[in-house]
């Protein structure tokens, strides 16, 4: 069920990936977190339905840059400790980060979704 | 120190990998089982170290690192986009709100529980 090689691929993705991620925080905050999160659910979106949806590479490939690469670079848990940090120290914040991450993360993946399949019907001519 | 938040991220990704495959081959439903349990318990412990009020060191290494890694907000979406596209609207909207929900309420008692501890 688990091969070395996806294994190892993951990690080493997840390693720049989670590396980027804390650079961007450091340097944007909060707004990191939304950079993050919104260009790395585009950017799944565009691998899921380009990539791996045609088996257009290797298996460690796309697990690599998926699972390991974009999904260390986005968090889930981090989204929702900087909204716990906001609530006692920038409640003017707090609303619009919200609905920035989830209307924007959701729009991003879509767009990624409308791209591959851009690609996709490019490709068949 | 940012040597140790890369391989944190890496360790948390590899787990997120694992045990997503392990659900994936035991459940029967096409709800994402492993992503929603895996970002409502990462929230969870994020929350909890935060109230804990460790080092930045050890905040930046197991939180940001580990954890951060190990969630993950891209496959969410892009699930919910699966979901969409596959005749499931309703699934996706359920999965989308209880993981919103379940999240935030998750962080908050993580993060109570961590201040009593700490």
Known sequence: MFKAQNIISIGVFAFFGGTLRYLLGEWLSYNGTILVNLSGSFLLALLTYYAIANNRWPEWLTVGLGTGFVGSYTTFSTFNIDMLKMITQNQAGLLSYFLTTVIGGLGCAFLGYLVAKQFNKREQR | ?118
């Not at chain 2, 993950?72 to 993981?99: C, G, H, R, V, W």
Request: aromatic share 10%.
């Open chain 2, 1 to 118: 120190m940012i040597l140790m938040i890369g391989l944190g991220a890496a360790v948390g990704s590899i787990i997120r990998y694992v045990l997503t495959q392990i659900v994936k081959q035991k459940q029967k439903t096409v709800f994402p089982l492993a992503t929603f349990v895996i970002n409502l318990s990462g929230s969870f412990l994020l929350g909890m170290l935060l109230g804990l009020n460790s080092t930045p060191v050890v905040y930046k290494i197991f939180g940001t690192g580990l954890i951060g890694g190990y969630t993950t907000f891209s496959t969410f979406n892009t699930e919910i986009i699966l979901l969409k596209n596959s005749d499931q609207p309703k699934m996706a909207m359920a999965y989308l709100l209880s993981s919103y929900l379940g999240g935030g309420l998750l962080a908050i008692i993580g993060w109570q529980l961590g201040k009593l501890l700490g």
